[in-house]
């Protein structure tokens, strides 16, 4: 099992980022993916989830009408786009089958919004 998470940077209060996930290893398209994410001095948390199919997702209080998740079942690549950013979504940005049913995780991809 690989994931591969990119698109991560610096950007200003307010600013958007996409962060993309490319998955390996398993069957992609019969896993519940999510995004999850650890700031410093913090517990990894999860942030959203999107069902196999793509049609349903769900959200963290924290981030819901400002992140959406979506799955590309063809590429086996899932993707986050985040908008109007806040200095708390500052965090290591990490993907992975909602059930954690691998044990491995990515190197993940740091998402710094500050001004």
């Known amino acids: 099992v690989q994931l591969v998470e990119s698109g991560g940077g610096l950007v200003q209060p307010g600013g958007s980022l996409r962060l993309s996930c490319a998955a390996s290893?398993?069957?992609?398209?019969?896993?519940?993916m999510s995004w999850y994410r650890q700031a410093p001095g913090k517990e990894r948390e999860l942030v959203a989830t999107?069902?196999?199919?793509?049609?349903?997702?769900r959200y963290a209080d924290s981030v819901r009408g400002r992140f959406t998740i979506s799955r590309d079942n063809a590429k086996n690549t899932i993707y986050l786009q985040m908008n109007s950013l806040k200095p708390e979504d500052t965090a290591v940005y990490y993907c992975?089958?909602?059930?954690?049913?691998?044990?491995?995780w990515g190197q993940g991809t740091q998402v710094t919004v500050s001004s």
């Open positions: 992975n089958t909602y059930g954690l049913n691998f044990g491995s």
């Open positions: 290893g398993f069957p992609f398209s019969s896993y519940e």
């Open positions: 999107i069902f196999r199919t793509g049609g349903i997702a």
